[in-house]
Structure formats: C-alpha cells, structure tokens
C-alpha cells in the first residue's frame, strides 16, 4: 500500500510539474495577448465605475439643497460618491481637488448651499468627463 501511495504522489507530483511549465510557456509565449486581455479588464472595470459615478452626480441634479429632506438625500449621495472615489486608488489620485470638496460638506452639510452643490455638480461632471476620455485615450494607445 506504501508503493501504491508513492506512486500516486509521485504521478501527481510530475502532473503539477509538467502543468506548471505548460502555464509559464503559455504566458511567455501569449504575453502580449494575457497583458491585452488584463488590460481590458482593467479598462471594462474602469469604465463601470466611471458610469455609475456619471449617475449618481446626475442624481445631485434631482435634489434642491436649501430644503432640509432634499439636502440630507444630497449629503447621502455625496456620501456614496465620496466612498466610491475613495475606493479606487487611481480615481483617488485624479479627484483628489474634488474629493476634499464632497469632504468638507459632507462632514459640515451647514456648509452646502445650492449654489454651491451646482458648482461641485458641474465640476465632478468634467473631471468624470475627463477621465471618461482619458481611459478611451488609454484604450486606444495598447
């Protein structure tokens, strides 16, 4: 039974040998087309996170800030963009200016007037825009 259990092992040993050369030969061979394929998943994924912040900035829209009930629904949705932002190191980086500005009303909402949410508004809707481009710019490049 010994015998029989070393050869089993030693069979599944050279199998786990053989599949993982197979896998780096593979790679090496497909490098080019595993990157590609990576890097459109990346884009894909980007391009989600783009589209669901291009909606809930569009929800702002919906909602006047000067009424009580409307404003808290406003620093919710902030609340979601501030999060989502903060969730994506690269959207970290690039929306840093806008990010401190959703900071400062969400943790101080006496500081949110309508004028002033139409103005975070307009520019969170350019720099998503921005990126939008950016990331088709990428796309095309690879």
Do not use: H, W
Request: hydrophobic share 40%.
């Amino acid at each position: 039974m010994k015998e029989f259990d070393f050869i089993i092992n030693l069979l599944a040993n050279l199998v786990t040998i053989a599949a993982s050369c197979l896998a780096i030969y593979i790679y090496f061979a497909n490098k080019e087309k595993i990157n590609s394929a990576l890097n459109f998943i990346l884009n894909y994924s980007n391009q989600l996170t783009l589209t669901d912040l291009k909606f809930k900035i569009e929800r702002l829209n919906e909602f006047n800030s000067n009424d009580a009930q409307e404003k808290l629904e406003v620093i919710n949705i902030l609340n979601e963009i501030e999060g989502q932002i903060l969730g994506n190191n690269s959207f970290k980086l690039k929306l840093e200016v806008q990010l401190r500005k959703i900071e400062v009303f969400t943790t101080t909402p006496k500081l949110l007037t309508e004028p002033k949410k139409r103005s975070l508004v307009s520019e969170l809707k350019e720099s998503v825009r921005n990126l939008d481009v950016s990331n088709y710019n990428n796309i095309l490049n690879e």
